[in-house]
Nanobody, 127 residues
Framework: QVQLVESGGGLVQAGGSLRLSCATS????????MGWFRQAPGKEREFVAG????????YYADSVKGRFTMSRDNIKNTVYLQMNSLKPEDTAVYYC????????????????????WGQGTQVTVSS
């Protein structure tokens, strides 16, 4: 497991942008598949975006496709989530997740398949 620390959340108006960052500790970050999830009050945690160890494969939830972009910098041990054209329904606590998957192409959408989680960062989009 690795330690994950998210940052970059905040309050933004609809149509605005935010960039979330997830910094990790651990020398094996470059082998980890990473995911972003979010959880709104009263709702289950849901998949937002995922990226494999090299960054060659990304996968997005339909609700954010075309608006959000996930990337990673294996030198800085950090993954990013660029969020554009934000909508009020994007309001949630956003979590970063990681796991050293045996399948290097893996980008799972199920929270239970990840074994490291950050503390979350709040994103609030006002209408």
């Amino acid at each position: 497991q690795v330690q994950l620390v998210e940052s970059g959340g905040g309050l933004v108006q609809a149509g605005g942008s935010l960039r979330l960052s997830c910094a990790t500790s651990g020398r094996t970050f470059s082998t980890y598949g990473m995911g972003w999830f979010r959880q709104a009050p009263g709702k289950e945690r849901e998949f937002v975006a995922g990226i494999n160890w090299s960054g060659s494969i990304t996968y997005y939830a339909d609700s954010v496709k075309g608006r959000f972009t996930m990337s990673r910098d294996n030198i800085k041990n950090t993954v990013y989530l660029q969020m554009n054209s934000l909508k009020p329904e994007d309001t949630a606590v956003y979590y970063c997740a990681a796991r050293d998957f045996a399948d290097r192409r893996a980008v799972p959408t199920t929270p239970a398949l990840y074994n490291s989680w950050g503390q979350g960062t709040q994103v609030t989009v006002s209408s």
